[in-house]
């Protein structure tokens, strides 16, 4: 079974360039969670969706951030304008909340964004 | 102050040491515990959890969790190169399928052959 799939891995980009980060979950997977983080710091809840619903979104920083997961599957975070602070590793995770204490999140590799 | 303390290290052992990594927090909501490993460039895979305090053990790793004392415990017996990693401690205070995940800042880990 193939894991949490993310694109791209690395991407390098100027300060107020837009950016995109894509991300396919595990299969029947209908939580999916954007995660950052930062060099030397553990991952922070950015979003979290169940199926199509951003269901927390408390800690997105909504003037420059924006997710969407049409069809409740893949979801897309996007960046418009980036800044310098906003180069870290952005992760995306799937669960399949079934409401048992054994879900698990799985991640995925991350993408490592660089802002110049 | 954070809810959630880790030592950042970094640890270094000799291979077949016993190993202990530790976490303490400040949230007494926090009800279910992991721990995850993150290799390089990789992202976090979970290693263990457990709920309550208690101990649960799987194979080389043991997990601790004192809730009296907020304070969790990871340990691994005869460490081997391939442990080296950073490794994180994750709590939430329900059913963590669908709560949020609140991370220490992981320790990093190299155990020398």
């Known amino acids: 079974e193939a894991g949490v799939v993310q694109s791209p891995r690395y991407k390098i980009i100027e300060k107020k360039q837009p950016v995109a980060f894509w991300c396919n979950p595990i299969?029947?997977?209908?939580?999916l969670y954007w995660y950052l983080q930062n060099l030397g710091q553990g991952p922070e809840l950015l979003i979290r969706y169940e199926n199509e619903e951003a269901v927390d979104d408390s800690q997105l920083p909504k003037d420059r951030f924006s997710a969407e997961r049409l069809k409740g599957v893949d979801s897309t975070l996007k960046i418009q304008p980036a800044e310098l602070g906003d180069s870290a590793v952005y992760l995306c995770?799937?669960?399949?909340?079934?409401?048992?204490?054994?879900?698990?999140?799985?991640f995925g590799p991350g993408t490592r964004l660089t802002v110049l | 102050q954070k809810e959630v303390e880790q030592d950042p290290g970094p640890l270094s052992v000799p291979e077949g040491a016993i190993v202990s990594l530790n976490c303490t927090y400040s949230n007494s909501a926090f009800q279910y515990f992991m721990w995850y490993r993150q290799y390089s460039r990789k992202g976090p895979e979970l290693l263990m959890y457990t709920y309550s305090s208690g101990n649960k053990e799987d194979g080389r790793f043991t997990a601790q969790v004192d809730k009296s004392s907020k304070y969790i415990s990871l340990f691994i017996r005869d460490s081997q190169p391939s442990d080296s990693a950073t490794y994180l401690c994750?709590?939430?205070?329900?059913?963590?399928?669908?709560?949020?995940?609140?991370f220490g800042t992981g320790t990093r880990l190299t155990i020398i052959p």
């Open positions: 299969s029947g997977h209908n939580t």
């Open positions: 994750a709590m939430s205070r329900a059913n963590f399928g669908n709560e949020k995940l609140t």
């Open positions: 995770a799937s669960s399949q909340a079934l409401g048992g204490a054994s879900d698990t999140q799985y």
